[in-house]
């Protein structure tokens, strides 16, 4: 299963990043535009993953999260995930990640946090 990205410019420094499929190594090609958005970046950038379409992910998707974050924490900007299902929330706590992000139950919650 691939994985397809949609980005959403919902103000000058927030984006919603539709995550759709499957989030392993293979899908380097999608995320080209993310990674040139998260490079280019502004200070305080607000990143909100949207996993409500995501089936599944695996150790590089959470590596690729992690440092996506680095990145974006340099800049003192911020991701929110939100919209998890049972199995990815239970990954994400299994391996320490969700400590580093808050996680959101919708992107409207999401898009209130200061």
Do not use: C, R
């Amino acid at each position: 299963m691939k994985l397809e990205l949609s980005i959403e410019n919902k103000s000058e420094n927030t984006y919603v990043i539709n995550f759709e499929g499957a989030f392993d190594g293979s899908i380097k090609e999608s995320l080209i535009e993310l990674e040139g958005l998260i490079k280019s970046g502004t200070p305080k950038m607000k990143l909100i993953f949207d996993f409500t379409k995501l089936d599944y992910l695996n150790s590089y998707a959470i590596g690729q999260i992690v440092a996506w974050y680095n990145d974006v924490a340099k800049k003192e900007g911020q991701i929110i995930i939100v919209n998890t299902n049972k199995n990815i929330e239970d990954i994400l706590g299994i391996v320490g990640v969700s400590q580093l992000f808050k996680i959101h139950s919708s992107v409207d919650e999401a898009l209130t946090d200061a």
